[in-house]
């Protein structure tokens, strides 16, 4: 098999690079996988437009380019990109700011937005930038997901039970519909129910079977036989044909005034397709370039806005619905695509008695596995006691995390929410790596080892061995450099720094080092330094302020000083144990 790589020297076509060495018996899965992938993609397009607060038929406006040009411009074979739960949300919450009220100009700008956060994806792209996704940590992101989640079934709820919505924020609007039950209709309430349970069941038992379809297909014909087109909100007329092409009618102060959010967009697009992109490169032996795949975002927005579309980005669900289905390469978008336009030509009046509420259970089914409660649950259990004793609070730093971008969007909206869960993970990373573990070793067998998990191995009162798990900066030089001090006690004659956990030192942990040999040193402790290598070595030599004596093993600094240090401090009554006794967490 033939697989793409992002290595220059291959010389991978700009356009179309992931069909590069297509092969002809793959045809057949890739047009069962496109078709398969269409029965989803139409009713998740029309609902994923409702969260965005656009007409129906602009999901479907979107996905048609966005395929194309992502197949065009992207490096993975089995990305599904359109219109997505984050992202509609995302639009939502952005053009609510801007356009209140006004339905003509809330269309035009979503558009807008579109367009501009596909311009900076390519710009991005381009400029090589394609690591900022590693700035959003995966317990962030999943937090951020679920909180997002969580909010789009709150939003949803008024149509699925038909009530009136209200209030501000999820919570609010949360509050408003159990205050609003008692007036719930249902026939309505009846309609969206079954229709989510009956998506449920079949995503779980007949998974074969395109569940959204073929419950937006029974919906129709139950409304259409029985006549309750007047008895329930459907979604009504949807203009047939093609959507006007070009920039939206307006100006380019909204432009401007959208590139800012246009960003935080574009990272939460980025970071969920890329992930999904990785996934299946995986699975399926090839790689996918993130620089490759903001310009595919990219060019798939800008598609998009200049279709009179919305913002669009990679799907793993979709995703997942074409590998599963046996997708080869991203011609089975292409067949996704075609099917979508043959849609908007000849089918939109089928959808035109589809319920609200049947397209709100939709929605509900198609976000509610992003509640990922086991992967919130996972990052809770990592803990430990050692982490507890080193870090305290912020031993749960990635469950911290993930809940604070939680929280921050069910209570103050998407973008915001974000910007919470970043900067909590980012203060908590500042924590951590100021208050690094300096753990005392014993001897087993002649490998220095953590002494609090060998307790039953004998230590030497007089010689103290520790290590630092982190690097030695100026974030940390003073934390640990009191952490040995500490540690010490009155029997302490030697204390040997095992250097082999410590990746790098700035001159700010060189300048502790020496400062740290000269307390000691005034307390008849002598002090030196095993194993250290690499930028270590060198930046201890470089700096010449003095320090701990280089040695090449532990055993050779105990051996070399163990004897020729003088008596321990502290031998009469005017000294007390500046720590607890050795061999203590």
């Known amino acids: 098999m033939s697989t793409p790589t992002t290595d220059a020297s291959t010389r991978t076509p700009l356009l179309f690079g992931s069909l590069r060495g297509y092969q002809g018996q793959w045809l057949r899965r890739d047009l069962l996988a496109g078709m398969t992938v269409w029965a989803v993609m139409v009713p998740e397009a029309f609902a994923y437009a409702t969260i965005a607060g ?44 801007f356009a209140p009220g006004d339905a003509a100009a809330y269309i035009a700008l979503t558009t807008v937005l579109a367009v501009v956060t596909g311009v900076i994806a390519i710009l991005a792209g381009l400029a090589r930038l394609g690591f900022v996704a590693t700035f959003i940590s995966e317990p962030v992101l999943k937090g951020f997901i679920v909180g997002l989640a969580l909010t789009i079934i709150i939003g949803q709820l008024p149509k699925l039970f038909g009530v009136e919505g209200g209030g501000e924020g999820a919570i609010g609007k949360f509050l408003h519909v159990v205050g609003d039950l008692g007036d719930l209709s249902v026939l309505t309430t009846v309609f969206g129910v079954v229709s989510l349970l009956i998506v449920l069941a079949l995503k779980r038992w007949l998974p074969v079977v395109p569940a959204s379809l073929a419950v937006v297909l029974v919906g129709i014909g139950v409304v259409h036989v029985f006549g309750l087109s007047d008895r329930l909100d459907v979604v009504g007329e949807i203009d047939p044909g093609l959507p006007s092409l070009g920039l939206p009618s307006t100006t380019w102060g909204d432009y401007a005034q959208l590139a800012g959010p246009a960003v935080g967009v574009m990272l939460i697009a980025f970071a969920e397709g890329l992930g999904a992109a990785k996934t299946y490169a995986a699975r399926n032996g090839y790689e996918v370039d993130a620089n490759r795949e903001l310009i595919g ?36 978008g292409l067949v996704v695509a075609a099917l979508s336009l043959v849609t908007l030509l000849f089918l939109t009046a089928l959808f035109e008695e589809l319920p609200e509420t049947v397209l709100a259970a939709v929605v509900i089914s198609a976000v509610i596995e992003m509640v990922d409660t086991k992967a919130l649950a996972r990052l809770y259990r990592v803990w430990t006691p050692r982490l507890r004793s080193t870090y305290g609070r912020a031993a749960r730093a990635d469950f911290i995390g993930a809940m604070a971008a939680l929280l921050g969007v069910l209570i103050f909206d998407t973008l915001p929410g974000l910007i919470i869960g970043i900067v909590t993970s980012i203060l908590l990373l500042i924590y951590r790596a100021s208050r690094p573990s300096v753990r005392p070793l014993t001897d087993v067998d002649g490998n220095w080892v953590d002494a609090q998990a060998h307790p039953d191995h004998p230590v030497d009162p007089a010689v103290l061995v520790v290590r630092i798990e982190s690097g030695l900066f100026f974030a940390n030089a003073d934390h640990v450099k009191d952490e040995i001090r500490r540690r010490c006690t009155r029997e302490t004659r030697l204390v040997v720094l095992d250097d082999q956990t410590t990746p790098f030192v700035d001159v700010s942990g060189a300048t502790a080092l020496a400062e740290l040999n000269d307390t000691l040193a005034r307390d008849g402790i002598a002090f030196a330094i095993a194993g250290n290598i690499g930028q270590v070595r060198d930046v201890l030599r470089a700096d010449q302020s003095g320090g701990p004596r280089p040695f ?6 105990i051996g070399s000083l163990g004897a020729d240090s003088g008596p321990g401090p502290g031998s009469g009554s005017e000294r007390s144990p500046s720590g607890p006794e050795r061999g203590e967490p």
Do not use: C, D
Not at 552 to 557: G, L, N, R
């Open 54 to 97: 656009v007409p129906p038929v602009v999901g479907l406006y979107a996905a048609v380019p966005a395929l194309i040009a992502y197949a065009a411009f992207g490096s993975s074979r089995h990305l599904v990109v359109g219109p997505m739960s984050a992202t509609a949300a995302l639009s939502a919450a952005t053009i609510a700011a």
């Open 297 to 332: 975002l990219g060019a798939a927005n800008l598609g998009s806005g200049l279709a009179s579309g919305m913002v669009v980005n990679g799907s793993l669900s979709k995703t997942a619905v074409n590998g599963s289905a046996g997708a080869r390469s991203q011609v089975s």
């Open 552 to 557: 090449v093993t532990v055993a050779e600094a």
